[in-house]
């Protein structure tokens, strides 16, 4: 289930040539022993490059060109904002756990912000809270309001708008500094961010009944097409396109997977094909059956992959990329204030970046 949760986050937003982005994924949880009760990643181009948890307590760089590039007190700065971000987040995750009537149980407060820039001048910035998977309230910049994903959010959504500061400063980092930053950051690491490699694709399938896996990995920037044709045109009966995901040096994997009935299959296998396209490929990339590898599980490479994008998994669930996209709402529970979030004030006031909800 978590790791499910995880490949969501890493499919999203993808970057493509052009564009590049900040974005930093906050994570809270309660009552979960095996991993740290705080954690915070910056990615760059969907790309770890800081990483903070509550149990080692420190910044540390995630990339050589952040290694090389920044000196010890900007660690120290990003470390003091980080702890002050996990305190704030130990109090909201207890409040928000009672407006759900929650009194145990594992449940996680996240926050997701950043900035995106086109190579033509456009901008973005987003951001927006999390409990427990589902969309919680986010930041409207043009209008300076915040937006109550379900009922037990409209208690935030007040308390924070009574404080116009709050959105008032976060407007001004997403459509100023974040995009200084990720300028910065694309500067530092330019050799690394703007190449572009072509994907190395290949058709799987474990026998002739089963699904037929088109492979793409080792590709960068991440943005990436892939489709099934059939008789030349493309064909999106029975296609599940999978999420794009890192490997381990930095590098993409993407799989589209075509599922026809065995019949199909056998009278018709020569009408599909797998089209990539990728803009570090001078030109299509065209895969055909006669490609196929057939037991997958005995190709030592693909092991090799396998393996990456394993550990990267379990990488990203202690780091904490975890994101919330579901379309069901939330049930009904108490909005009431309690004495506890009176007396969140002072904490309040103390982390001016980070209110408690």
Not at 163 to 192: H, M, P
Not at 276 to 292: E, L, Y
Request: charged residues 25%.
């Amino acid at each position: 289930m978590m790791q499910h949760v995880v490949l969501l986050l890493l499919g999203a937003h993808l970057a493509s040539a052009g564009k590049h982005s900040l974005r930093y994924f906050y994570t809270g949880v309660s009552a979960l022993n095996d991993f740290p009760e705080f954690t915070a990643v910056g990615l760059v181009d969907e790309g770890p490059f800081t990483y903070f948890d509550s149990n080692t307590k420190r910044t540390v760089p995630k990339t050589e060109w952040m290694r090389q590039n920044v000196g010890a007190d900007y660690w120290d700065r990003e470390t003091q904002t980080f702890t002050g971000a996990h305190q704030s987040f130990k109090v909201s995750i207890q409040n928000v756990m009672k407006r759900f009537n929650q009194t145990t149980g594992v449940h996680s407060w996240q926050l997701m912000y950043g900035c995106e820039l086109d190579d033509d001048g456009t901008k973005r910035g987003y951001f927006q809270y999390g409990y427990d998977g589902e969309d919680f309230v986010s930041l409207d910049k043009s209008t300076l309001s915040w937006t109550a994903a379900s009922p037990e959010a409209v208690f935030t959504k007040h308390k924070w708008e009574a404080d116009r500061a709050f959105a008032e400063y976060w407007k001004g980092y997403l459509e100023n500094t974040c995009i200084e930053w990720v300028q910065k950051y694309v500067g530092y690491g330019k050799s690394t961010l703007e190449r572009k490699d072509a994907p190395e694709v290949f058709l799987l399938q474990k026998d002739s009944s089963s699904p037929v896996l088109c492979q793409a990995t080792g590709f960068y920037p991440s943005n990436i097409m892939m489709t099934w044709q059939k008789k030349g045109e493309e064909h999106h009966e029975d296609v599940e396109v999978g999420t794009t995901l890192p490997n381990v040096d930095g590098t993409f994997q993407k799989t589209v997977t075509l599922s026809v009935k065995p019949e199909e299959w056998k009278n018709n296998r020569d009408d599909y094909r797998c089209v990539v396209q990728h803009v570090g490929a001078a030109k299509n990339i065209v895969v055909t059956v006669d490609d196929i590898r057939s037991n997958p599980g005995s190709d030592n490479k693909i092991a090799i992959i396998v393996g990456c994008l394993v550990g990267f998994v379990v990488l990203a669930v202690v780091v904490g990329l975890i994101f919330w996209r579901k379309s069901n709402g939330y049930g009904r529970a108490s909005t009431k204030d309690s004495d506890s979030e009176n007396s969140d004030q002072a904490l309040d006031k103390v982390n001016a970046k980070y209110r408690i909800a």
